[in-house]
T-cell receptor, first 111, second 113 residues
Framework: SQQGEEDPQALSIQEGENATMNCSYKTSINNLQWYRQNSGRGLVHLILIRSNEREKHSGRLRVTLDTSKKSSSLLITASRAADTASYFCATDGQAGTALIFGKGTTLSVSS | DAGVIQSPRHEVTEMGQEVTLRCKPISGHDYLFWYRQTMMRGLELLIYFNNNVPIDDSGMPEDRFSAKMPNASFSTLKIQPSEPRDSAVYFC???????????FGSGTRLTVV
């Protein structure tokens, strides 16, 4: 079953623009994570935000978490063609369970 | 470390045949996960192991699917008999904990004709 749902499903932007992806989830979580998947490859862990955190930064990535709305957003600033990939949010749902992934947002950055 | 290694990368088989997918996790990772990815259903958790013991196999779709982890460095996912609806990309992932920083393999693209 899907815990997280990303929005939009697809996003096309120009290099240098910012890209924002959103994730909504259903149940209480301990943390929320974002992963990237390049075409034909496995997922790569990008960033984790804990349930008691509201914002986290890593390089050009900024993640926010609103537990009252059960939602998170991933912002990629000054996007590059190399950022073209699918981005997934993942939640643990309950402690001791494996990560459940959303269906992802496909980001296309054109130069 | 070479990362999580999956084999084969591609598998084409006829309906009714047995298929075995293989995974070598990162040394020292205590958790191993099998996921299936399709366009329609996204990434689905099939089963995961902790210290070689299956913890949750509720995602295994049918009795035709089975998974084993005979030791800390090897796991298999077997489908017998295979059906066209099993066509998907199957990923193996491992991690130190059960809920953080999964490392995924490159996947096995299975096509059942």
């Amino acid at each position: 079953s899907q815990q997280g749902e990303e929005d939009p499903q697809a996003l096309s932007i120009q290099e240098g623009e910012n890209a924002t992806m959103n994730c909504s989830y259903k149940t209480s979580i301990n943390n929320l994570q974002w992963y990237r998947q390049n075409s034909g490859r496995g997922l790569v862990h990008l960033i984790l935000i804990r349930s008691n955190e509201r914002e986290k930064h890593s390089g050009r990535l900024r993640v926010t978490l609103d537990t009252s709305k059960k939602s998170s957003s991933l912002l990629i600033t000054a996007s590059r063609a190399a950022d073209t990939a699918s981005y997934f949010c993942a939640t643990d749902g309950q402690a001791g369970t494996a990560l459940i992934f959303g269906k992802g947002t496909t980001l296309s950055v054109s130069s | 470390d070479a990362g999580v290694i999956q084999s084969p990368r591609h598998e084409v088989t006829e309906m009714g045949q047995e298929v075995t997918l293989r995974c070598k996790p990162i040394s020292g990772h205590d958790y191993l996960f099998w996921y299936r990815q399709t366009m329609m259903r996204g990434l689905e958790l099939l089963i995961y192991f902790n210290n070689n013991v299956p913890i949750d196999d509720s995602g295994m779709p049918e009795d035709r699917f089975s998974a084993k982890m005979p030791n800390a460095s090897f796991s298999t996912l077997k489908i017998q008999p295979s059906e066209p609806r099993d066509s998907a990309v199957y990923f193996c992932a491992s991690s130190l904990t059960g809920y953080y920083g999964y490392t995924f393999g490159s996947g096995t693209r299975l096509t059942v004709v």
